[in-house]
Nanobody, 126 residues
Framework: VQLQAFGGGLVQAGGSLRLSCAAC???????????VGWFRQAPGKEREFAAS????????NYARSVNGRFTISRDNAKNTVYLQMNSLKPEDTAVYFC?????????????????WGQGTEVTVSS
């Protein structure tokens, strides 16, 4: 499955952004059967888990650093997963990647994800 992440940009601290992860192209397996995770990589740091959602959308999981501020959701009819980011902080500045996990469980482990989008950059100014 091919993924496209978009919606990043420059925002002031305290502001909001909504990222989208859209599945595109033909696939032998429906996007709705994959769990989707959002990961982020800040300048000079390793990529880290931010949030995930199971294939059905029934279960979500968040990193402690974003819990209560970020909300992940999905619209399987549109083959799209969203990450609503509120109360943004300068430390949220990173390139955000979405990825699809074939087990459908929404793991926090990066190597459980087989398909990755190209990333979208989020910059939060203080």
């Amino acid at each position: 499955v091919q993924l496209q992440a978009f919606g990043g940009g420059l925002v002031q601290a305290g502001g909001s952004l909504r990222l989208s992860c859209a599945a595109c192209g033909a696939s032998g397996r429906p996007f709705s059967s994959y769990a989707v995770g959002w990961f982020r990589q800040a300048p000079g740091k390793e990529r880290e888990f931010a949030a995930s959602i199971t294939w059905s959308g029934a279960t979500t999981n968040y990193a402690r650093s974003v819990n209560g501020r970020f909300t992940i959701s999905r619209d399987n009819a549109k083959n799209t997963v969203y990450l609503q980011m509120n109360s943004l902080k300068p430390e949220d500045t990173a390139v955000y990647f979405c990825a699809a996990e074939p087990y459908g469980l929404g793991s926090e482990t990066q190597n459980h994800y087989d398909y990755w989008g190209q990333g979208t950059e989020v910059t939060v100014s203080s």
